[in-house]
């Protein structure tokens, strides 16, 4: 019988000792299970190699792009990298969408992708790419293999770069004539791997820290992704108790913080709740954990830059990546150093208890009041659904350790405003990158990492459009998840710019007729419902979760009412940021007292 075709050898002599086969035990030594991508010519002989082995399965998606934000969702549940495969040309090219986001995102995925044979390098052979030109500015570390030999090592390297320090996406390139090759052994790949390895916080930078902090009439603390990456949400809140601080998150640090802490303000800058641009913006020091100073947070940074040369606000930003400290905005003082680490032993210099006033607080609290109770008048404004009713709804019926991911989009924002993580890490969406479509494959990829946990994934019906192909796996390979489609017709976050920022001027941003959703998920045997209140929405959710059953459930919404605030227009400062009506006198100033 050939091998390839009509069953599996049984013993690991009858395997052939082929360079991917060796690959592919190394892959099982860094116990990977799961191959996520898409087979092709030049890759075909490292799926063949799979073919052989029990314990690492093959999950074939149905674009690479899928593939590829499945790798960051299965990376963000397991806490480790995730391996995706695809071929060279479209293959490797297809996957630059994912890779961009894990580099954004700070996601741990190794790619493996094929290259044409080596005799035919330079010759514009078919589906020749050079994709380490392509990938060198999106990931961490690339290696094309030269020598058969080195094919097993770049393979350690890369999956180890990828974890070491701040995470992100690394990329090894396998011609295809060098896999076929029999296996002769591991050469040693000469790599400056210290270069990753963040330094030990200086003991000094710590000290200069602490004394700010004591000095501060009203310190915030500010949580970004790497607050998660690092393990640190414990010393985070530690340290916001201990000063009676309030604790703001960017977007991807909305998933390191509990949102049931008292002391959590929610996620600032363009998206954010009002409490928290209000705190970030009157802070007197702001310790910045884990976050590279995005424009999305701060809304410009010559002001915060102002700010600090004036020492009206002093910044302590905390971050393994010694690129990313002073990159946006120089602090009053940088600690190049695991977040965790750099925490501890600020905490072990800080009192027990060294609260500060009240006052900041109640104030903050009362802005949320506010809004909250403006977010509940304008409800009864909409014809439809309101997304934010829909998000409590859907919470209300997801378990506190469901994994949610989210679309990009207005549904998006609406998630970042309103949608509450109980669990650190439960909660993906793309920031950085700002990907279309990465919902469905990364709730996939989520499922895959965790089949134990629920999984709701928050879409739009414009981001649902670009990658609902892979809702095949939901059955072929039972990865059931929630599927919430907020369907307004339109692309409604780029209408909200164009209704605020171009006169009204709507232009490639309305659906002129959407698809039937419900149609959608039959053909891939998944349960779809349109509920008409947001009980049988919370129903819908409730039983999908309970029965461990896959369900589209396709929710009108109101898209003329659809305007997501607060809202930080491009370029201005948090405390302008557009309210909801009914908060016309609410002012985002602290009038100190």
């Known amino acids: ?71 960051e969702g299965y990376a963000r549940v397991a806490g480790r990298p995730a391996v995706v495969a695809a071929t060279s040309g479209p293959g490797a090219t297809n996957l630059v969408t994912g890779l961009t986001d894990a580099y954004m995102d700070s996601v741990p995925v190794t790619a493996i992708t094929g290259q044409v044979a080596t005799w035919v390098f330079g010759r514009d052979g078919f589906q020749e790419t050079d994709i380490l030109g392509v990938a060198t500015p999106i990931t961490k570390w690339v290696y094309q293999v030269k020598r058969p030999e080195e094919a097993t090592a770049a393979v350690k390297i890369a999956y180890e770069i990828s974890t070491l320090g701040r995470p992100g996406p690394t990329l090894v390139d396998l011609p295809r004539d060098l896999q076929l090759m029999e296996y002769r052994g591991e050469a040693k790949i000469q790599i400056n791997a210290a270069k990753f390895i963040p330094p030990k916080p200086r003991e000094e930078d710590v000290a200069k820290a602490v004394k700010m902090i004591l000095e501060a009439e009203r310190p915030v603390v500010l949580a970004g992704g790497g607050v998660l990456w690092s393990g640190a949400t414990k010393e985070v809140l530690e340290l916001a108790e201990r000063l009676n601080a309030p604790i703001v998150s960017t977007l991807p640090g909305k998933a390191a913080i509990p949102h049931n802490h008292p002391l959590y303000m929610g996620p600032a800058g363009m998206h954010g709740r009002a409490e928290a641009d209000a705190a970030l913006a009157n802070a007197d020091v702001v310790v910045a954990v884990g976050t590279r100073f995005s424009d999305r947070t701060w809304g410009r940074f010559k002001e915060l830059q102002e700010m600090v040369r004036s020492g009206e606000v ?8 010694r690129s990313e400290v002073g990159k946006n905005v120089k602090p009053t003082v940088g600690i190049i150093a695991d977040a965790k680490e750099a925490l501890r032993e600020m905490l072990d210099l800080l009192p027990s208890a060294a609260a500060r006033s009240p006052k900041f607080l109640a104030w903050l609290y009362e802005i949320r009041r506010r809004y909250e109770e403006a977010m509940e008048k304008a409800a009864s404004k909409f014809k439809y659904f309101a997304p ?45 990158l700002g990907t279309m479509g990465f919902g469905i494959p ?15 994934c928050i879409d739009g019906d414009g981001s649902f459009q670009m990658t609902f192909n892979n809702l095949a796996l939901v059955r072929e390979y039972d990865l059931p998840f929630v599927e919430v489609i907020f369907d307004n017709a339109s692309l409604q976050l780029v209408k909200q710019w164009q209704v605020y920022m171009y006169g009204n ?14 149609k959608i998920a039959e053909a891939y045997g998944i349960e779809g419902v349109k509920p008409s209140t947001y009980e049988e929405l919370e129903r819908a959710v409730a039983w999908a979760v309970r029965n461990n059953e896959p369900i589209v459930i396709d929710v009108t919404i109101d898209e003329d009412k659809d305007i997501v605030l607060p809202w930080v227009k491009p370029g201005d400062w948090l405390t302008q940021a557009i309210l909801p009506e009914g908060m016309e006198d609410v002012s985002l100033r602290y009038e100190r007292h």
């Open 1 to 71: 019988m050939p091998y390839g075709f009509g069953g599996r050898f049984g013993a690991r002599g009858d395997r052939p000792n082929r360079v991917v086969d060796r690959i592919i035990d190394t892959l099982r030594e860094l116990k990977v299970r799961h191959i996520l991508g898409i087979t092709g010519g030049s890759i075909m002989a490292l799926f063949d190699a799979a073919y052989f082995v029990d314990d690492i399965e093959v999950v074939m998606f149905r674009h690479e792009q899928g593939a590829a934000h499945a790798a």
């Open 505 to 518: 001027r709507q232009i490639a941003v309305r659906f002129a007729r959407n698809p039937d959703f419900l």
């Open 388 to 432: 934010w009713k829909v998000l409590k709804a859907v919470r209300r019926a997801a378990p506190p350790n469901t994994v949610t991911v989210t679309g990009v989009g207005g549904h998006q924002m609406w998630s970042e405003i309103w949608w509450e993580v109980y669990e650190p890490g439960t909660f993906i969406t793309s920031a950085g």
């Open 442 to 456: 990364a709730a996939l990829g989520a499922k895959l990492a965790d089949r134990s946990r629920p999984v709701v």
């Open 314 to 321: 002093k910044l302590i930003h905390i971050d393994v990546d």
